[in-house]
């Protein structure tokens, strides 16, 4: 068989089971085959498939029309589907949940959209049709994020579409917290791309910072990692709590706390109160909070104008350039980022090389038994401490946080190093120190002065 008919009949294989479970939409025609795979005619294309079962009339037997059109309602059901509910074999349904007022939603929208009557029981309900199963594709677990982005993009192209998704996935399996300092809104998940997903929904709806964390789970448990993407300060709640509406009265109470918190101290306000008091020294702060007479301590004229220093907050203040609350806010990320950058640099750099390694040679790795869930591991973990080390306020904090990314950093490329043959360079230890790993042997090895090793893709020393 020659090369170009393995790879079309893999494609095609490929293709036509995607149609088949509802990912796709549709199959290529003979003339894209014929082009994509450097055939002359597209009539051997329509040969090739022949021989492998795939004709015209199968495909479209197997190709959907769809019926249901782009609405608030199905946004929800989608969002409810991909995050707790399940699609399969004629079946899309909600089952094992608490919530009546759940229940009863899904039931009462899905009546509607579908026209078809559900099966319900106990903390279940159940509608049952292939053809609806299949226009709305493979929302299983570790494929409905492909489905929403080829079959149901229009999610993602209008804003109250995506926010109603949103909504559905809170529903289903969203959680939130309340409380002094403890306010969050998370979704957990044991599939990176699901969380990597959720986490630029998010964003692109406004939601300034939205993070993953993993965290590995127990060996007698099925699942290896837990994916955990929070939102988690106070502004960026507020935006959540104006657009999305749950069905149960627990997490409605939740948001409606999370609406009726005070709004984060602003510059501006911090200026006003700071002109009142006729610029108290740091000393004289402290005793004006301690007996009543101002709102702000020094540590709120530290975080919010100062990065971690009162007296770059002075600096601030006395310059009376308190522009409008979102400029002097830019200015001051701004800065500390650029301060952070300065000083993580060559951390940075090493950090960058290694996630472009483990991009670059993720089939190779697997090879060695590095798993996918290992790399998406190991690539949310170091993403993770460059964005806290990129949020650090305190001047102290900064070089904690520098040596804990060079460790995990570390951590990584040694045990690359010492389960596979590939060389990716010269490894930045927790302490700073350079390490070169011999693929052959390895283990560490001094450099040698003068020694070229970019032949083997390690740095010259």
């Excluded at 009726?260 to 909070?289: D, F, G, M, Q």
């Excluded at 804990?404 to 302490?431: C, D, E, H, W, Y």
Aim: net charge positive.
């Amino acid at each position: 068989m020659p090369p170009e008919k393995t790879e079309l009949v893999k494609y095609a294989v490929d293709q036509f089971n995607k149609l088949r479970n509802g990912s796709e939409a549709s199959f290529p025609t003979e003339d894209e085959l014929a082009q994509k795979f450097g055939y002359q005619h597209p009539q051997s294309v329509k040969r090739v498939l022949s021989e492998i079962g795939i004709t015209k009339e199968e495909i479209k037997k197997q190709s959907v029309e769809l019926s249901i059109r782009p609405s608030m309602d199905l946004s929800w059901m989608l969002g409810v589907l991909c995050g707790g509910g399940s699609s399969k074999n004629g079946r899309f349904f909600l089952q094992r949940s608490d919530n009546p007022e759940l229940l009863a939603e899904f039931q009462a929208i899905g009546q509607r959209l579908f026209q078809k009557e559900p099966q319900v029981k106990q903390n279940e309900v159940r509608f049952f049709s292939k053809q609806i199963r299949t226009e709305l594709g493979d929302l299983t677990h570790n494929v409905w994020t492909e489905t929403i982005r080829l079959r149901h993009s229009w999610i993602l192209t209008q804003e109250t579409y995506a926010w109603k998704f949103i909504e559905g996935l809170f529903d289903a399996k969203g959680h939130l917290e309340t409380g002094p300092g403890n306010n969050a809104f998370y979704f957990r998940t044991n599939n990176f791309k699901s969380a990597e997903f959720i986490k630029n929904l998010l964003i692109s709806l406004g939601i300034q910072k939205s993070t993953i964390h993993p965290k590995e789970q127990p060996q007698d448990t099925d699942i290896n990692i837990l994916y955990t993407i929070g939102v988690f300060n106070i502004k960026d709640l507020k935006v959540i709590a104006a657009n999305i509406y749950p069905k149960s009265p627990e997490k409605q109470t939740k948001l409606k706390a999370i609406d009726e918190l005070p709004n984060p101290v602003t510059p501006i306000e911090l200026y006003a109160e700071w002109v009142k008091e006729e610029s108290p020294s740091s000393h004289r702060l402290a005793i004006l909070h301690r007996e009543g007479k101002t709102k702000f301590s020094r540590s709120v004229y530290e975080r919010i104008l100062g990065n971690g220093s009162f007296t770059v907050a002075k600096r601030v203040l006395r310059s009376g350039k308190i522009a409008t609350d979102e400029e002097l806010q830019q200015k001051i990320i701004e800065e500390r980022r650029n301060r952070i950058t300065s000083l993580a640099n060559p951390t940075f750099e090493e950090t960058q090389k290694l996630i472009d390694f483990i991009n670059t040679r993720s089939k190779q790795l697997n090879k060695y038994g590095i798993s996918e869930d290992e790399i998406n591991k190991h690539l949310a973990q170091i993403e993770h401490a460059r964005n806290e080390l990129l949020s650090v306020g305190s001047d102290k904090k900064i070089s904690t946080m520098i040596e804990r990314l060079n460790l995990l950093i570390s951590r990584v490329q040694r045990k690359i190093s010492l389960m596979t043959p590939l060389s990716f360079g010269a490894i930045v230890g927790g302490s700073g120190e350079k390490i070169i790993f011999d693929a052959r042997k390895r283990s560490p090895i001094t450099p040698r002065v003068g020694y070229d090793y970019t032949n083997r893709g390690v740095i010259k020393s």
